[in-house]
């Protein structure tokens, strides 16, 4: 059935969708007749936004089944008490892996489809065996296929979203083939290589818990560059004859994709294409910063919001 937002329910609705339990608690009737009874409050949500919810009856059993985070499959009807209510005659958790994501979380402005083609292309435009075969030895695996076009590049500061660190990668490997274009020096296929794989440490990074984006124990620990490194290090080993001189560049583009090391590198560029990569990688995230800035709209004058992150407001215009 296709999913029912919260932003279109209106009252009379029959209502059988998806939706994230974000508040849970059971209360006591107040009716004699029901004396030492209790009914189930919820307040669900998805990306559209949120509604309160009960279960008249049933409450305390269906209270044990779900729990604040889960996504639940609901059937009901909205009425109108103090507002917009669904009342819930049955519910029932949806295995994690079947939730859809970009119902609960903003997700890439750009079209899935759109993006998985785009990356196709940069992997045919990888020209070098062993690079081809290390790509291959990512994106051929499916658990790393979907994690990697699904996570999103950080919480807060730019691609933070479902299929952001697709967007962000794909992105970062366009700027690349245009320095590759002017800089003959620079080796189109280690760049593209770089360009996919200098964050796929955040795909153990950060986790999606409901409406919110976390970082996991170890992307606390040990950070997504780290954690990059040890993937790329485990995939080049199962390659024999992996070059180890193109091994160390790849994995210096990968420790140094941040620049500076007050930044979060543990070492500095010091080769051409390791710098190229970072630059690319700032003007990426730092565009996208501005975009999402300027997508709040102007709030007086024609100017944005002071954003604490870029240290700025922005002009949009004087409206016309």
Known sequence: MEKQFVAGLKVGDTVCSEFLVTEKSLAAFTQPNRAGEQFLRLQ?????GSIKAVAWERGPELAGKIAVGDVV????????????QLVVTDLSVVEP????????LKTAPRPREEMLAELRSILLAVTVPV????????FGDETFFRAYTEAPAARSVHHNYVSGLLEHSLEVAALCRHFASLYRQLDLSLLLTGALLHDIGKI???????????????GKLHGHIIIGAEMLAQKVKKIAGFPEALYLE???????????KEWGSPVIPRTFAAYALFYADLTSARLNQFAQATGKGA????????????ERDIF?????
């Open 44 to 48: 669900l949500a998805d990306v559209s």
């Open 73 to 84: 499959r609901v059937r009901g009807e909205v009425t109108n008490f103090k507002g917009l």
């Open 97 to 104: 892996q079947s939730v859809k994501k970009e119902y609960f």
């Open 131 to 138: 690079l081809q075969e290390l790509l291959a030895a990512f």
């Open 204 to 218: 153990e990074e950060y986790e999606i818990k409901g409406l919110t984006i976390e970082l996991t124990t170890r």
């Open 250 to 260: 790849l994995l210096h583009m990968v420790l140094a994709h941040h620049g500076q």
């Open 299 to 310: 709030k007086d004058n024609g100017w944005t919001e002071w954003d604490r992150l870029l």
């Open 316 to 320: 949009l215009g004087l409206a016309e």
